[in-house]
């Protein structure tokens, strides 16, 4: 799913362990998902990681640096040549 799986051993809290073996039933009917849900909980806690996503754009001209950090900073609005 994400990559390769790390066993570990981890402590928990009496209470803390009650409370995830107790929605493991709930969600899945079976503890054997515990370490799925851990997984889940710390994911939603995670910061999230944004993937980089590359814009192209035919323009018909080439630009210069200060030309395409201007269009940039004026939200790629055209730029007087």
């Known amino acids: 799913m ?13 209470d803390l ?3 995830l073996v107790q929605e493991a039933l709930e ?8 370490s ?9 806690k995670a910061p999230v ?3 980089r996503e590359r814009l192209t754009f ?3 001209r080439k630009l210069t640096v200060k030309q395409v950090e201007r269009m940039i900073e004026e939200g790629l609005e055209e ?3």
């Open 2 to 14: 994400y990559g390769f799986m790390v066993k570990t051993t981890i402590m928990l809290d009496d």
């Open 17 to 19: 362990y009650k409370k």
């Open 49 to 51: 990681k944004r993937k």
């Open 36 to 44: 799925y849900l851990i997984n889940l909980k710390l994911r939603e």
């Open 27 to 34: 969600r899945y009917g079976t503890t054997k998902k515990l």
């Open 58 to 60: 035919k323009l018909g």
């Open 79 to 81: 730029v007087a040549v």
